[in-house]
């Protein structure tokens, strides 16, 4: 039995694993058999919840339980997208002793601070056990994705939350190139080896941001051409916008609302989002006691949410007009444009994407997968001696590390792994681990990350 190569796609909001093998890609279930898995962590005494189980327990436990952690890791306290990034945030950060974001939690019965890279290390021990029970042995070819804009810093987060994972010979690729590579596995009619590429527009509307990119494609190509980004500009940006509107209704100020009054209006906006995306009728909201004994009871309607989307719509506009009129598409004929991402299904992107490129936008890849799907097969293509008849593609470059200059010392890592080791839901006492405490000579990562 070959060894399955395995790709994960860990986003702000949810997570996805696929694996891939000679006879194709699969989504690997997780344990509530789900496609997806919540990127969330909570933690309620000495018991640590991850994924659904920690976002079914979020209105009772806001304080301890933590989403929205991505966008932290590899940033020093002072950054400025840290600022923007607050007003997503239901909980506290501050600034740790290396200067970097650390956030304040109550963990395994007592108060501490953990780094964002812990949390997405969590996030990646709760997907690579559930995946392990589906293939039954321990993980050994695995891809994992990142952003297209994300700095060295960021990606050298990402691979030092693996190390504390103990996530072995991990891969890192960038969102873009995954998609491309799965709408090269999967739509046919590519051209042939011996005719001109086919140029294809990917728009990726994620929950934090907003990636465009164009490739050129061939039976045995896939080739990068013009990419172009908005860090803040995904699904939660329009959420805010409903968040905004119903909050003026319900005459409250954004400081009154506790962090439980604003989990559950944020929760119900995204669920207002997708009806007014379905339906071009009044969506009725009601929350009752969102606020002491005062409750939400009112309807809104598609236009009044479109109306107060007008500039994300244009900073969309301009994202995509900069990558359709650069150089790099000059005298170049777009064949399509493929949306992914939960973001396009607002009917306003759609009709201004349409508007822009003048062709009709497509979704012929599974919008939350295809980055997934795209990663276990780079996962495959770069560790087999085999390959897909109908697909003679060569490995995508993988995203590599080249001058970070925030990183984790192997004592840190040794530390954070520790502190890992500590967690069990059956424990009655904990020993106290602190960096102080941590020999440096007992220091010895065991675990390794390999980019290219």
Known sequence: MSEEAIGFDIGNHKSCVTS???????????????????????FDGFTRMV??????????NVKNTFDNFLPL?????????????????????????DKRVSIPVNYLGKPTKIYPEQL???????????????????????????????TDNERQAILDACLIAQLKDVQLLDDMSAIALCYGFYVKGLPSTTEPPRVVLFICIGYTSTQIAAFSLRRDLVKLLKLTYRRNLGGRDFDRVLF????????????????LAQFRLRDTCEKVKIKLSAHNE???????????NKHLNTTIRRSDFERGIDELLEELK????????????????????????????????????????KLEPRSSLNSTEAVAR?????????????????????PQKTTGVRNPTLKFTDQQIYYFQKFEDQYSPEAAEVEELTLSNTSRESVKSETTCSVS
Not at 244 to 259: A, M, T, Y
Not at 374 to 394: D, M, R, V, W, Y
């Open 20 to 42: 891939c093998n000679e006879t194709g890609i699969d989504v690997v279930l997780n344990d509530y058999l789900q496609r997806t898995t919540a990127t969330c962590v909570g």
């Open 51 to 60: 994924g659904y189980e920690a976002m079914g327990q979020f209105e009772g």
């Open 73 to 97: 890791i590899g940033k020093l306290f002072n950054d400025s997208v840290l600022r923007k990034e607050r007003e997503y945030l239901l909980y506290q950060v501050v600034e740790s002793e």
């Open 120 to 150: 997405v290390a969590m996030q990646l021990v709760h997907l690579m056990k559930f995946t392990e029970e589906y293939i039954g042995k321990p993980l050994k070819i695995v891809v994992l994705n990142c952003p297209s804009y994300y």
């Open 244 to 259: 905004n509107q119903l909050k003026s209704r319900f005459g409250e100020r954004s400081d009154e609302l506790s962090h």
């Open 282 to 292: 009044n969506v009725p909201v009601r929350l009752d006691y969102l606020v002491d």
């Open 318 to 357: 301009n994202c995509l007009e900069e990558c359709i009129v650069s150089q790099e598409l000059q005298n170049k004929v777009i064949h399509s444009v493929e949306m992914v991402g939960d973001g396009f299904r607002i009917p306003a992107i759609s009709a201004l994407v349409s508007k822009v490129t």
């Open 374 to 394: 795209g990663c276990a097969l780079e996962a495959f293509l770069l560790n087999s001696k085999k390959s897909f008849k109908h697909f003679p593609i060569q």
